[in-house]
């Protein structure tokens, strides 16, 4: 961010069930109306980000992800970069084992069409990020993934 302040907006009213919504709230309609954030709060300089990348776990023979994200179409999007998978890879065959451990899925797609509808695929995203998705589904629900399940590539 470019700036960044601490609201000193207080409170006008004791109902605490939305107290963020009382103080947001103002804030947003004063920045719509071209007021500044200083008047609406303390700048703060010394913030710091702090992020936080979970990688995959990378042998020789396998490699250990997990779901770190789940989109609004239900894809499943893991840890596991295409550049990492190609360096093991290596032309092997493999399998993607997940869920109760009976879900496998043996090769990467390029697109959603390149299975059957309802099928389960894997593929790369536009961020290289290995997803899992069900081609006109909800593969999440369907596949019962969630976040911060394993996700892992075995190397034959």
Do not use: W
């Not at 709230?25 to 990348?53: Q, W, Y």
């Not at 499943?76 to 009976?102: W, Y």
């Not at 899925?105 to 309802?118: A, F, G, M, P």
Request: charged share 25%; hydrophobic share 35%.
């Amino acid at each position: 961010p470019e700036k960044i302040v601490k609201l000193d907006i207080s409170l006008t009213s004791n109902c605490m069930t939305f107290s963020s919504k009382n103080i947001f709230v103002p804030a947003a309609c004063h920045l719509v109306r071209g007021g500044t954030m200083e008047i609406i709060g303390t700048p703060i300089r010394d913030f710091n980000t702090k992020r936080s990348e979970l990688k995959a776990v990378l042998q020789s023979d396998v490699i250990r992800g997990s779901v770190v994200y789940i989109d609004n179409y239900g894809n499943v999007i893991t840890n596991i970069d295409r550049n990492e998978f190609e360096k093991i890879h290596q032309g092997r065959s493999f399998s993607i084992v997940f869920g109760r451990e009976n879900e496998i899925i043996t090769q990467i797609s390029q697109k959603y069409k390149d299975v059957s509808v309802s099928e389960k695929l894997a593929l790369f995203g536009e961020n290289n990020q290995l997803q899992i998705a069900i081609n006109k589904g909800d593969s999440n629900k369907l596949l019962g993934l969630k976040l911060h399940d394993i996700v892992r590539i075995e190397f034959k």
